[in-house]
């Protein structure tokens, strides 16, 4: 008898399936914000679950922040579907050749894509940085703190950019990205 079911898949091949179509979302959406890191997602997701949250800030003057985008990236549920991924064939419907963030969650690509245009408009944004906070395992001490900060390549924060909240937007709107499993939630604040 002939078996038509698609084969079983290795669990590692699955998490790294996962894990990189996560990453590749990652960088379309931080792409849409105005900011390239694709490096840090490759570093900080792909091999190794460095990234906790990727803060995205548009600054309207020195050191004052107009809106921020944050993606906050869920390890607990990444850990427990990589469990639970025995045999399961992932994304076997996904084009990896064209736009993936439209492809899982086409609302909120759209979304973000909206957001940036209406804050860069309305704020008059000057400048787009990005900022990092680490998986709590790699901030357990300053040591380990140090040494993946060193691994990626990045200073320690001197932030102290004012957030001013604006009456229109005085809220936090936070969603799930559709499509990838609960693992990305962003999080969309004025």
């Not at 084009?95 to 963030?101: A, G, I, M, V």
Request: charge should be positive; include cysteine; glycine fraction near 4%.
């Amino acid at each position: 008898m002939i078996d038509l079911l698609p084969p079983k898949m290795d669990v590692k091949v699955n998490v790294k399936i996962r894990l990189n179509i996560l990453a590749g979302v990652l960088d379309e959406l931080t792409k849409a914000c105005g900011i390239s890191i694709e490096s840090d997602l490759r570093k900080g997701i792909v091999d190794r679950d460095v990234i906790q949250q990727i803060i995205v800030s548009f600054y309207d003057a020195p050191k004052h922040v107009c809106g921020q985008i944050i993606f906050d990236i869920d390890w607990k549920r990444f850990e427990f579907l990589a469990r639970t991924d025995e045999g399961k064939v992932l994304y076997s419907n996904i084009d990896t050749s064209k736009n993936l963030s439209s492809q899982l969650d086409k609302t909120l690509y759209d979304a973000v894509k909206v957001y940036v245009n209406r804050t860069k408009r309305k704020y008059k944004v000057k400048k787009v940085e990005c900022s990092f906070v680490y998986n709590e395992k790699y901030r357990k001490t300053d040591a380990i703190h140090d040494a993946a900060r060193k691994y990626m390549g990045h200073r320690e924060s001197l932030c102290d950019d004012e957030i001013v909240q604006d009456t229109e937007f005085s809220n936090e709107i936070t969603a799930a990205f559709q499509g990838l499993d609960g693992l990305l939630n962003v999080k969309f604040r004025l």
